[in-house]
Every structure is written in structure tokens, then in C-alpha cells.
T-cell receptor, first 113, second 113 residues
Framework: EAQVTQNPRYLITVTGKKLTVTCSQN?????MSWYRQDPGLGLRQIYY???????DKGDVPEGYKVSRKEKRNFPLILESPSPNQTSLYFC????????????FGSGTRLTVV | DQQVKQNSPSLSVQEGRISILNCDYT??????FLWYKKYPAEGPTFLISISSIKDKNEDGRFTVFLNKSAKHLSLHIVPSQPGDSAVYFCAANDRSAGNMLTFGGGTRLMVKP
């Protein structure tokens, strides 16, 4: 089954403790992206990657890092999480960034206390 | 400032009636508009799209209308069914920015039996 898999689904952590949210896709997609969803603000792009070793900032990159060492994986790293990063995070992938061709993961709900 | 806005955070409709979800945008460079549907604990899934050169696109019970002069689009669901209850996100594609998607804040639709 074609899918984007995120882990973990839920995470509660403390301020300053480094964490990684993993994202993996099995569709051989070149394009991958991370979004955060906050009430009233919709989905805002954090980082995206056009291909292996190619990453770029989205609209809200502050406080986040990403890496793309392999085509299928695109982890999101919070080096020093803060409470304002409490949010619902989605990873998405697409072949050639086709219009309407995004496949989203099921989401990771992160709480930073 | 948000380039894509959904001014109604929620909408309640009786089963069998029409649901109309609205979306406004400000960026004239948007060339495609999309609607995504999101159920709880799942990622958004693509529903329907419309090119900026068209004013209507229909797919079964779902029709999207685009009014370019007013920078407004709407999603009509007829007839509405309880299974349509979800959060709907409007999104706009900017080809000049490498097919960057900008999302609205979402509208929660509740269809009552």
C-alpha cells in the first residue's frame, strides 16, 4: 500500500530535550515536506526537500532542522523544543510536486511542556 | 498576512441539503486551487481541484466554483451525507514558486442525520 508513515503518532516532551519525528514514504517520491497545523492557521510549511541532499525552508522553519540522506526518509528534528512548537505535524510527499498529488502521513501530535 | 482564508471555522448542515464552503485568496499568482478533506487522526486527502483558467469543476457530489475577479472559490457538496463530516482545507498552488501550496485555516463541516 502506498503510504507516508510518521512516527511517533503522539509525543509529550519537556522544553529543551532534543527529539526527532520520522517520516518515510514507499512511493519513490522525489518531493517531501513537513507541515504544522495550528487552529485557525491551517497547514504551514516548515521545510521541504526536492530530492536527496536538497532541502529548503518553508514558511515557518525557525526551531526545526531536517535532513534527506535517503529518498524515502525525511526526519524532522527539534534540537531544543519550546512550548510554541506544540502542534500537529504532517509529513507529505509528492512526485515532482504535482498539483494535487500530495500524500500526507497520519500526523504526529507533539506537546512540549 | 494569510494569503488563503477560510472565514468560517465551522458549518453545520442537515443530511441531504447542500453544504457550501468558502475560501478567499489574495495572491494573483495562484494557478490551481485544491480542496483537501481531513478526518480526525488522519492526514488530509485530496478531494478536488480547479485550474485558474476554469470557473467550475464537478466530480460527483462535489463541485468547486472559482470567481477570479473576486478572488473567491467555493466547494459545494450536494447532497450532504454524514460521512462528509470532516475538516476541509482550501489550498492554492503557486507554480511560479515551484508549485508551493498555501493552505487556508480549514472549515469543520458537521452533517447531521
Amino acid at each position: 500500500e502506498a503510504q507516508v508513515t510518521q512516527n511517533p503518532r503522539y509525543l509529550i516532551t519537556v522544553t529543551g530535550k532534543k527529539l526527532t519525528v520520522t517520516c518515510s514514504q514507499n512511493m519513490n517520491h522525489e518531493y517531501m515536506s513537513w507541515y504544522r497545523q495550528d487552529p485557525g492557521l491551517g497547514l504551514r510549511q516548515i521545510y521541504y526537500s526536492m530530492n536527496v541532499e536538497v532541502t529548503d525552508k518553508g514558511d515557518v522553519p525557525e526551531g526545526y532542522k531536517v535532513s534527506r540522506k535517503e529518498k524515502r526518509n525525511f526526519p524532522l528534528i527539534l534540537e531544543s523544543p519550546s512550548p510554541n512548537q506544540t502542534s500537529l505535524y504532517f509529513c507529505a510527499s509528492s512526485r515532482d510536486r504535482q498539483v494535487g498529488g500530495y500524500t500526507f502521513g497520519s500526523g504526529t501530535r507533539l506537546t512540549v511542556v | 498576512d494569510q494569503q488563503v482564508k477560510q472565514n468560517s471555522p465551522s458549518l453545520s448542515v442537515q443530511e441531504g441539503r447542500i453544504s457550501i464552503l468558502n475560501c478567499d485568496y489574495t495572491n494573483s499568482m495562484f494557478d490551481y486551487f485544491l480542496w483537501y478533506k481531513k478526518y480526525p487522526a488522519e492526514g488530509p486527502t485530496f478531494l478536488i481541484s480547479i485550474s485558474s483558467i476554469k470557473d467550475k469543476n464537478e466530480d460527483g457530489r462535489f463541485t468547486v466554483f472559482l470567481n477570479k475577479s473576486a478572488k473567491h472559490l467555493s466547494l459545494h457538496i450536494v447532497p450532504s451525507q454524514p460521512g462528509d463530516s470532516a475538516v476541509y482545507f482550501c489550498a492554492a498552488n503557486d507554480r511560479s514558486a515551484g508549485n508551493m501550496l498555501t493552505f487556508g485555516g480549514g472549515t469543520r463541516l458537521m452533517v447531521k442525520p
